[in-house]
């Protein structure tokens, strides 16, 4: 009965062998899970970016339309302050002219 002996060998062996590869299978079951959860994870993280930058762009556009008022107001301000300036200019000028020909007139 030798070859009994051999063959319940093997057969331990090839237990042994089955059993390491289900503890693998076991490993790699388990950080393909986790990768799974991470990726997961990530996904609702970049959810939340994507409605972060929702919100900057809208952010920026109401920004843009605000500054883009102003500057329009300051134009119009600037435009006014220059005619104010120009007819005071004009008005002295024309003080200064009198005041020339009344002193030459005399």
């Known amino acids: 009965m030798p070859g ?11 237990n042994g062998k ?26 609702g993280k970049l959810g939340e970016l994507e409605d972060r930058a ?9 920004f843009e339309k605000t500054s883009n008022q102003v500057k329009q107001q ?3 301000q600037n435009k006014r302050m220059k005619y104010v300036f120009i007819g005071i200019g004009v008005v002295a000028g024309l ?3 009198g005041l020339i020909i009344f002193a030459i007139s005399t």
């Open 4 to 14: 009994t002996y051999i063959n319940a060998g093997r057969m331990e062996g090839a």
């Open 18 to 43: 089955l059993q390491q590869t289900q503890d693998e299978v076991e490993e790699v079951k388990g950080i393909m899970l986790d990768n799974l959860n991470k990726a997961e994870e990530r996904s």
């Open 54 to 62: 929702d919100v900057l762009l809208a952010k920026s556009k109401n």
């Open 74 to 76: 300051k134009r119009c």
């Open 95 to 97: 003080i200064i002219l």
